[in-house]
């Protein structure tokens, strides 16, 4: 989008599958935007973000792309989990000048979230930070304002379940073949296919010599029935019902975890929890809640992910988040009216050290240009994107057209020694001269290519 609407370049997208599907990410229509995160680098990029989010739905004219109800992190708010931590980010938020709310009353947190009153109760010691900057990123309205937007400016072209079956990079560019034997020579290479990455790397011909370290887990994601009352809801024309957003923001429970099982098949209740107050686009009165963790070591893989008839439900990891909604949600939300038409697994895929350890301060994210590769192929893996689309897209075309990009803190997002990639976090291409199919010929052309195997 920013390269063909923003700067005037051809783009060329190749997907495997179809575009609107959930192969190699979340379900569902939408995911969370927030502002607060505990490293002060990624709290900058989000502010930026958030910018950029508001540049987008000016330009396509699609304001609905971000529905902001806030979002309220909330529990022990010295545990850390792949969310984060509660302290951390307050002080970050207090250092950058950012607007947000700690709650350490537990009658003004019950007063201002009354859907979490018989957690709190349970819990008097709770903590609560609420920031304005939050809410649900609307999937669908994404596609249809950036599609709409490239088929306008004649400058996209978009290959759908074209799958990518080599690929072949020399010092003057790549070359990458399909499974119906049409050939695009390029300049350079962008992928972008998430917990894909070491697959497309198999494809290289020759050979490429490294992997990337990657820790997948599969999380769960349900719908559960709303109990609210009337004066609780609120009625948009040409949207579903949905909770008060004056109360009920999208959010993320921070809770302790329990070190003593050391048993890997035992079941163990990893305490993180996030939700929305309803999905967008989705049944009316249903409420999302979905844990942060696998249960077991059953449910996390590594490098590359299970195909997606292979993707088995965590149902433990689903009854510690009915015990979670029963606690916390006793009053608003019932537990035993789960809509099992909605279950699904997402992968998570996090790099990691060679050795296995956590990237902890790149929040497993890499956005690189891939060595070996005479800088013509760019990489992006890892970590969670959605919130920062319209800014990676930005950086991307800036690495591109100019091979740096001052204006963003990137650096923590590049590799290291211990990774097999360098660092970096986002994924487009650069192509020149390209010949694309028997019939299309372009020239001075960019390619996006993502999820191609």
């Known amino acids: 989008y920013e390269l063909a609407t923003q700067r005037g370049q051809r783009v060329i997208v190749f997907e495997k599958s179809s575009l609107h599907n959930a192969f190699g990410s979340s379900p569902g229509f939408g995911r969370q935007w927030r502002i607060p995160y505990a490293e002060k680098w990624l709290l900058e990029l989000t502010i930026q973000a958030s910018s950029a989010w508001d540049d987008l739905m000016n330009q396509t004219n699609h304001h609905n792309l971000v529905d902001r109800t806030g979002v309220l992190w909330f529990g022990d708010p010295t545990v850390t989990t792949p969310e984060g931590q509660i302290n951390a980010a307050a002080k970050n938020m207090e250092e950058l000048k950012q607007e947000y709310t700690l709650f350490n009353d537990p009658t003004e947190l019950k007063e201002r979230f009354p859907w979490l009153a018989s957690g709190i109760d349970a819990e008097p010691s709770t903590v609560g930070m609420f920031a304005p900057d939050g809410g649900t990123i609307n999937i669908p309205a994404v596609f249809h304002a950036l599609l709409h937007s490239l088929y306008a400016s004649k400058r996209a072209i978009i290959e759908e379940n074209t799958q990518i079956t080599k690929i072949s990079v020399h010092e003057a560019g790549v070359t990458l073949s399909d499974q119906f034997g049409n050939v695009t020579k390029a300049k350079k290479l962008v992928l972008t296919p998430g917990a894909y990455i070491n697959e497309v790397l198999d494809t290289f011909e020759p050979s490429y010599p490294?992997?990337?370290?990657?820790?997948?887990?599969?999380?769960?994601?349900n719908y559960y029935k709303l109990n609210l009352p009337s004066s609780e809801i609120t009625t948009i024309p040409n949207r579903l019902p949905r909770p008060s957003s004056d109360n009920w923001p999208v959010w993320i429970y921070f809770g302790p975890v329990d070190e003593t099982n050391t048993d890997e098949d035992k079941p163990v209740n990893g305490n993180s929890y996030y939700g929305f107050p309803s999905d967008v686009q989705d049944a009316a009165f249903d409420s999302r809640v979905a844990p942060g963790f696998t249960s077991t070591s059953k449910f996390t893989f590594y490098d590359k992910p299970p195909k997606p008839e292979e993707r088995s439900f965590d149902e433990p990891a689903i009854d510690f988040t009915k015990q979670f909604i029963g606690k916390w949600m006793k009053t608003s939300v019932n537990p035993n009216e789960m809509d099992p038409r909605k279950s699904s697994t997402c992968i998570a895929g996090f790099a990691t050290l060679a050795?296995?350890?956590?990237?902890?301060?790149?929040?497993?994210?890499?956005l690189d240009i891939l060595p070996n590769t005479h800088d013509n192929v760019v990489v992006c893996t890892g970590g969670w994107a959605m919130k920062f689309v319209p800014l990676f897209g930005r950086i991307i075309s800036d690495l591109i057209e100019t091979g740096k990009a001052p204006n963003y803190k990137i650096e923590d997002m590049n590799g290291t020694e211990e990774l097999p990639l360098t660092k970096t976090n986002v994924v487009f291409v650069q192509q020149k001269n390209c010949h694309i199919t028997k019939d299309f010929v372009c020239k001075e052309e960019y390619a996006i290519s993502f999820n191609i195997v």
């Open 210 to 221: 490294s992997r990337l370290h990657l820790t997948i887990y599969l999380w769960m994601s």
């Open 355 to 366: 050795d296995g350890s956590n990237t902890v301060d790149a929040e497993g994210f890499v």
